[in-house]
């Protein structure tokens, strides 16, 4: 059974959490914690503190460009403990998840109301198009569905007209939209998210991606961030994911 601790008003592990104020000011450290975290191993019973790596010594700061940033803020996550992600020229975009695949002790902070937003959005065009192919009251059960023009096979009547709707509009029979998350985090530990904007390009049937995916990852800290407009979902814990504080 996954021990998965979500800590909102109270410390679930009161002996072993460590709580400041709920909000950092300029002249408080950045990867010091406020609000709540677990730091216990609910197993072997011995402490544990979850500290993003701020004892670490690689720091960087970056700012929006404008321009699709994925690759940016995966390897400043790569090559940093500590990355702040600072707001003040505007939103961060992302045309794909940003991998924190094996990585451990690390730390990604916003600062100036940081935002990161996925590169595909639905726009009104698109919304108004998949209405009149009534995806909505297509059929989601197994087996239902079809072959796209692109030549994947669909198992869904509803994801396949979805698709097929949006590949029409575009003329992407890639089908990039689907890479429409944030963060994918797996097979690492001591890791903390914080004060961060997460924000999808809306609801849409097409098995994609959700804004920050957890698999197989221990000892992780997401504070004070949003989740607005998911494709898939907006946040996945699974996949023995375990030790992971949601406050």
């Known amino acids: 059974m996954k021990k998965i601790v979500f800590v909102l008003m109270a410390a679930i592990i009161s002996n072993t959490a460590a709580f400041a104020n709920?909000?950092?000011?300029?002249t408080e450290t950045l990867n010091g914690p406020f609000g709540w975290t677990n730091c216990a191993s609910l197993t072997s019973g011995d402490s544990y503190n979850t500290t993003g790596g701020n004892n670490g010594t690689r720091k960087t700061t970056l700012k929006s460009t404008g321009a699709d940033q994925t690759s940016d803020i995966q390897n400043a996550i790569k090559q940093n403990?500590?990355?702040?992600?600072?707001?003040?020229?505007?939103?961060?975009?992302?045309?794909s998840p940003v991998s924190f695949g094996g990585y451990s002790n690390r730390t990604v902070v916003g600062i100036n109301g940081a935002r990161i937003c996925t590169k595909f959005y639905l726009t009104e065009e698109m919304k108004a198009a998949l209405d009149k192919a009534n995806v909505k009251s297509l059929s989601s059960s197994s087996g239902t569905g079809g072959t796209l023009s692109n030549g994947k096979t669909v198992d869904e009547k509803r994801e396949q007209v979805t698709r097929q709707t949006l590949i029409d509009l575009t003329g992407d029979s890639n089908e990039s939209y689907r890479n429409a998350g944030i963060f994918k985090i797996s097979g690492g530990s001591n890791i903390i998210i914080r004060n961060l904007?997460?924000?999808?390009?809306?609801?849409?049937?097409?098995?994609?991606?959700?804004?920050?995916?957890?698999?197989?990852?221990?000892?992780?800290?997401?504070?004070?961030?949003?989740?607005?407009?998911?494709?898939?979902?907006?946040?996945?814990?699974?996949?023995?994911?375990?030790?992971?504080?949601?406050?």
């Open 22 to 26: 709920d909000t950092p000011t300029p």
């Open 197 to 247: 904007k997460f924000v999808g390009p809306g609801p849409c049937d097409v098995g994609g991606e959700d804004l920050i995916d957890c698999t197989g990852t221990t000892h992780l800290w997401v504070d004070h961030c949003e989740f607005t407009d998911g494709q898939d979902g907006n946040f996945d814990i699974t996949n023995s994911a375990d030790f992971v504080t949601v406050s």
């Open 81 to 95: 403990d500590i990355v702040i992600l600072d707001g003040s020229n505007g939103d961060f975009i992302v045309a």
